[in-house]
Each structure stands twice: as C-alpha cells, then as structure tokens.
C-alpha cells in the first residue's frame, strides 16, 4: 500500500479564497482523522470519521471549516474563506479501529 | 487541565545513553497509548503502541504504561544522534479519538 496520500503537497493561496485539501486513507483502515499542526498548539484534531461518517467535529475551529468523507478512499477538508491564521501544516492519517494512525505527508498551507 | 500533557524539553542526552521520555493523561477510560517520532518537516511516524499495564519492548525502545497513574512513558536504550526528533504521546480516548501531546525535543550528541 502506498500509505496516506494527500494533496497538494504546498498550497499558498490569497485570504479570501477556497481552499480545498485531499486525502486518501490507507485500504481497509476505518478510522480517517484531519489534524492541524502549529509551532504555537502543535498537533489538534480537527474532526474525525468512522466509516466515512463523522464522528467528532468538535475541533473544527469556526464555520468556515468542513469536512467530507464520500465514500471510503477520499475526504476533503474545506476552508472557505481561508484566512492568514489558517495558516499551518494539515495532516490526514488513517487507522483501523483501535490501533495507531498512520499519517499522510502533509499539506502546507500559507494564506496571504 | 490539557487532555495529554508531556515536558516540551528539549531532552539533551549523550549517545549511547538512555533517553526517557514521560507522558501523562487525563481520561481515565483511554485504552489504547501511542508513540510517534516526528523528524523537523516531516511527518509523525508511530514507533510504538502499547494497550495493557508494563512494559512493551521493541528493539532499542520501550513502552511503558501504569493507567491507576495515568502515565505513559518511552525508553530509547543506546541512543544514536539520528533518534534526534520530536516524540509525541498519543492517546485514544472514548469513541477512538486520538489525542496528541505537545511533544518532547530529544537530542542525542555524538
């Protein structure tokens, strides 16, 4: 399996715009997490999926965030209008049921 | 209260040495423990996971767990200046929510 892929891999976009950040999970794995990672709060969950349903969202920062999981080997997270504190490392990572996540590499996002 | 809470460091240590690294956590009914080393611009690669009261043994590291103290912590026996990372403590809470601590800077010097 070729892990967690996720794109783009930089993405520096305009304040004010969509942003939209892929992920495609691990075969098999049911579990799907989205975290952000900052120097300031480092590694925050943002929302997380079980069979392609949310479960826990709690974590989203404000509206302007979402999340989707359509089926099972893709999700979006969606910031719309994106803003220069969104700015930050996002990580998708995938697991089975109670084992450890595996995470993607990254997408760096910069908004100006 | 943080839900996983671990010393920012940075952890200085010789090579060759034992390097300690100390998680604590705050809900009583996690079950499953993790632990990721994360290399500057990288992403967390998970090195260990342990489920049970002890000790868990993987090579040079070990995993240790005592859930009536809330505590986790991992061991890296004979370390080498490329164990230099940032290691985080995970923990799934109720509903397999993975939770991340703040993560320990270890350097190991040659």
């Known amino acids: 399996d070729a892990g967690v892929i996720q794109s783009p891999r930089h993405e520096v976009t305009e304040m004010g715009q969509e942003v939209t950040l892929r992920c495609k999970p691990i075969?098999?794995?049911?579990?799907l997490f989205w975290y952000r990672q900052t120097m300031m709060r480092g590694l925050e969950l943002l929302i997380y999926?079980?069979?392609?349903?949310?479960?826990?969202d709690s974590g989203m920062p404000e509206d302007r965030f979402s999340a989707k999981m359509p089926n099972a080997s893709f999700s979006t997270l969606k910031i719309q209008p994106s803003e220069p504190r969104d700015s930050a490392v996002y990580f998708c990572?995938?697991?089975?049921?109670?084992?450890?996540?595996?995470f993607g590499q990254g997408t760096r996002l910069t908004v100006v | 209260q943080k839900e996983v809470e671990q010393n920012s460091g940075p952890l200085s240590v010789p090579e060759g040495a034992i390097a300690s690294l100390n998680c604590t956590y705050s809900?009583?009914?996690?079950?499953?423990f993790f632990w990721y080393r994360q290399y500057s611009g990288k992403s967390p690669e998970l090195i260990m996971s342990?489920?049970?009261?002890g000790d868990k043994e993987d090579g040079r590291f070990t995993a240790q767990l005592n859930k009536a103290s809330q505590y986790v912590s991992l061991l890296i026996r004979d370390s080498q200046p490329s164990d230099s990372a940032t290691y985080l403590c995970?923990?799934?809470?109720?509903?397999?929510?993975?939770?991340f601590g703040a993560g320990t800077r270890l350097f190991v010097k040659a």
């Open positions: 999926f079980n069979n392609n349903v949310p479960i826990d």
């Open positions: 809900d009583r009914v996690s079950q499953s």
């Open positions: 995970a923990v799934n809470t109720g509903g397999f929510k993975t939770i």
């Open positions: 075969s098999g794995h049911d579990y």
């Open positions: 990572a995938s697991s089975q049921t109670g084992t450890g996540a595996f």
């Open positions: 342990i489920y049970s009261n």
